[in-house]
């Protein structure tokens, strides 16, 4: 949305420095036309604000559409930097070693090359984030994904604009057979931000929860997952602020849950998924 413009030129920068791969960019810009592209680079300028997963698949898109299509995704985003040349080349490794793993998470720290936020961990136990492991959930704007899988499942929920939209893709991935791997020696820099300094966060949190369950889960565990969840998005609502948006994004996902495609998940995957430690009601 050309708004960052140092982090922007940063990102390319630390993207096009990466070595023992092949690298083939593509620039989206969500309402508009990006201004900062690298030379070679692919650029997809969306008539309107698609919101971040629409953006991701239009970039995928612009990739699968090109001659020679590569066997992985990665999708970063332009607040994020590899501190490392050999960053892709390694995670790449890590898929090799790990072909269940439809995506391959690295450690997300700030710039300090040190500190992982207990959100930014992929698994309930955050307290370890150097450990690495089988995981259900993933941090979106840092990721690499198998081409093959991502594509099978119909890439990013599009509907959801902003927020979550890894967990209905992991989801999915994992009704489709296939799991996640966190890479925790494997390590990506972003700004120690909180996602609430935008302004849509409270409310398409809330509304993106209730439209995900409802999308994946089978229907004796929905009253579950959106119990727990509702109690934890109000704790922290009082506590952090953003209590009005909040239950206007709850009240939003309640009353519009059935505008979005149902298909639950099997049994089996409710297993898997509790099976890698994190079970789908929490």
């Known amino acids: 949305m050309n708004d960052r413009p140092e982090a922007e030129a940063a990102a390319q920068a630390t993207l096009l420095a990466q070595s023992g791969v092949e690298v083939r960019v593509v620039v989206v810009g969500n309402g508009c036309r990006p201004e900062i592209v690298p030379p070679s680079a692919l650029t997809v300028c969306l008539p309107k604000n698609l919101g971040i997963p629409g953006g991701r698949n239009a970039g995928a898109d612009a990739l699968r559409k090109a001659e020679n299509p590569a066997d992985w995704l990665f999708f970063l985003d332009n607040d994020a930097t590899f501190p490392r040349p050999d960053v892709l080349a390694r995670l790449i490794a890590e898929a090799e070693q790990h072909p269940e793993a439809a995506w391959v998470q690295p450690r997300l720290t700030g710039p300090d090359d040190a500190t992982t936020p207990r959100r930014w961990v992929p698994r309930l136990h955050a307290s370890n ?119 206007r994004g709850t009240r939003e996902g309640w009353t519009t849950r059935h505008t979005q495609p149902r298909r639950p998940m099997s049994w089996r ?11 789908p009601i929490i």
Do not use: C, K, Q
């Open 129 to 247: 984030p150097g450990r690495p492991g089988r995981v259900t959930s993933m941090a979106e704007g840092v990721v690499l994904i198998r081409r093959d899988a991502f594509e099978a499942v119909g890439g990013w929920e599009g509907r959801l604009f902003l927020y979550h939209e890894g967990f209905d893709l992991a989801w999915r991935l994992y009704e489709a057979g296939w799991s996640g791997w966190y890479a925790a020696a494997i390590r990506m820099h972003h700004p120690l931000t909180t996602p609430a300094r935008h302004a849509l966060y409270h409310r398409l949190a809330a509304r993106n929860r209730i439209w995900i369950a409802h999308r994946n889960l089978p229907t004796p565990l929905l009253p579950l997952y959106l119990s727990v969840w509702t109690a934890i998005t109000l704790v922290r609502a009082v506590r952090g602020g953003g209590l009005g948006e909040t239950l």
């Open 269 to 279: 995957t409710v297993y898997r998924l509790t099976a890698a430690g994190r079970p």
